[in-house]
């Protein structure tokens, strides 16, 4: 099953503007095409490096 | 004999003070501590300026006149009983509005925001207060940051002071109107794609992106919390290298800030670059540029290289996947942001954001994450080729300023999406959160060209010191943009 970008958004509580919909249609294929299928990349294994801190912000010394 | 000296000693005061707007803080600062010059003439000078350009330029969102002239009162009594504190003591300045400063509205340049007052200061405000700056208004920049154009539907366009049909370029547009036409000495702007780097280009002035965590973000209404940085927008390289000194510094009410030792900038701005080596990446950084553009880059590049420089061709093949995580990183960050307003309020965001908050909801966490994975890739490369060069240089913008209201850029005579094409060369540093200096090179007609320098990581002396060497040698330096030639 495959929702619509106004179904996607109207599930999420968003109305989009009418004169939207085509817009961003057109530009959620370019994001998507510019992504392609991520080849000549090596990302399966990379850890995307964000740190939980304990006890805070900041690794204190 | 004396008559003579004193009369020339007359003249050259005169000379100093006059088109006081038009001076850098390097030219202004010695007149300060010298009390030739008073801070308040000086900040009355900006502040007529400043409105009197308005309806020209539309760079401010407020001013704060009657609080900037009893400030500049009390810092003249400072500098008077020897209390000078350095470079930017007694020099007025308007910031972006989405730096919060104590009791007073701070808009995003929104209408959601309008009257919205912060009960604190900003850490950049409240440095750039103890520094002795002089706070004379509030900039114009694009609605929440979220924009290049600066083409603001609640406030108006801010105008590129260079061509006033043209875009200053955004989001920081306010910041670098003002500076490049002298409402404001210098100025910080904020930068998720490119936003202080995009307008510095844009309107012939420098514009620094510190590395990702060396300026403290508390107190800046954020766009996109992994993306965000808050840099200098100045005039001359001196400039940016003395207002960085400031600002820097570790902030631990800013999770991001990192706790690393700052540096003296001035002092590192020697000008010398004999043996330095010069990064050049053809395939992504040089691949559909403006002719003129590219001209004005690469001989820049070969202006460094008769100061002793050489050049090393880099390969960054992960590059190819930057602009789909700069924007599924950024787009999925601000609708996080902005997301409970799109669900109740959306009439009330610009037309041209909501629509950049609605394909923020789009991307799944999968894409997301895919976009951090291919992050750190780039942060790698980019780690790797720092072993065999010093920086790396490029175009900062493809294309030179579009036209007020336009939604495409002209490429070699083509017509390219704006947006797209004006953050191509600067989001990669915002994912990488490397540092990068765009600094003017040249002008197509009438219009300024920048160039870009990216260093390792909290070597912002290094991208200054080579921005720096440049500026000495650039023949266009001293070129300013006239608002009122048309009169």
């Known amino acids: 099953m495959s929702l619509s970008i106004q179904q996607l958004l109207e599930n999420k509580g968003i109305t989009p503007k009418p004169e939207h919909l085509e817009l961003l249609k057109t530009r959620w294929e370019g994001i998507q095409s510019l992504r392609s299928h991520l080849e000549g990349i090596a990302i399966d294994d990379a850890d995307i490096a964000v740190r939980s801190i304990p006890g805070g912000d900041h690794l204190d010394n | ?487």
């Open chain 2, 1 to 487: 004999m004396m008559r003579i000296s004193l009369c020339e000693a007359f003249l050259e005061v005169i000379i100093l003070t006059t088109d006081l707007h038009l001076k850098s803080v390097e030219e202004l600062a010695p007149l300060l501590e010298s009390k030739t010059l008073s801070p308040v003439e000086l900040t009355k000078a900006i502040l007529d300026f400043a409105e009197e350009s308005q309806p020209k330029i539309n760079a401010y969102m407020a001013f704060y006149r009657e609080e900037a002239l009893a400030q500049s009162k009390k810092i003249e009594n400072e500098i008077l009983q020897g209390q000078y504190k350095g470079m930017y003591h007694g020099i007025p300045m308007a910031l972006k509005d989405n730096l919060y400063f104590k009791d007073k509205i701070t808009t995003m340049s929104s209408k959601i925001h309008k009257d919205f007052v912060s009960d604190y200061d900003a850490t950049v405000v409240e440095k750039l207060r103890d520094a002795g700056v002089i706070f004379t208004g509030k900039l114009s920049m694009h609605e929440y940051a979220w924009g290049i154009t600066n083409n603001n539907p609640h406030y108006g366009p801010v105008r590129n002071p260079w061509d006033l049909d043209k875009i200053p370029g955004g989001s920081s547009g306010g910041s670098g109107a003002a500076v490049a036409a002298g409402a404001s000495v210098a100025s910080l702007g904020t930068d998720t794609a490119g936003s202080i780097r995009i307008p510095s280009s844009a309107c012939g002035i420098v514009g620094l992106k510190p590395t990702h965590g060396r300026v403290s973000k508390y107190g800046c209404y954020p766009l996109a919390w992994s993306l965000d940085h808050i840099g200098p927008m100045t005039k001359t390289v001196k400039d940016a290298a003395g207002l960085l000194e400031v600002i820097s510094g570790f902030d631990h009410r800013d999770p991001t800030c990192i706790d690393v030792p700052t540096d003296n900038y001035v002092q590192q701005l020697s000008g010398n670059i004999k043996d330095l080596v010069i990064g050049i990446n053809e395939e992504y950084f040089f691949k559909d540029v403006d002719a003129d553009i590219e001209k004005a880059v690469r001989a820049s590049i070969q202006s460094l290289v008769d100061q002793g420089a050489k050049v090393e061709v880099v390969r960054l093949p992960s590059l190819q996947y930057a602009e789909w995580a700069e924007l599924v990183t950024s787009l999925s960050e601000a609708a996080a942001i902005h997301h409970s307003d799109l669900q109740k309020r959306p009439q009330d965001f610009g037309d041209d954001i909501r629509l950049l908050f609605e394909l923020g909801e789009l991307p799944s966490a999968v894409d997301y994450l895919q976009a951090q994975q291919v992050r750190r890739q780039i942060k790698q490369e980019f780690t790797e080729i720092f072993t065999q060069i010093d920086v790396l240089i490029t175009p900062t913008l493809p294309v030179v300023a579009s036209t007020i209201g336009d939604d495409f850029a002209e490429l070699n005579g083509k017509k390219v999406d704006l947006i797209d094409n004006i953050i191509r060369f600067t989001g990669p540093s915002n994912l990488t959160g490397l540092p990068a200096l765009s600094v003017p090179c040249g002008f197509k007609g009438n219009l300024p060209i920048g160039l870009q320098i990216i260093g390792p990581a909290f070597k912002e002396g290094r991208i200054l010191n080579v921005g720096y060497a440049l500026e000495q040698t650039n023949p266009l330096k001293n070129r300013k943009p006239n608002i009122f030639a048309n009169i």
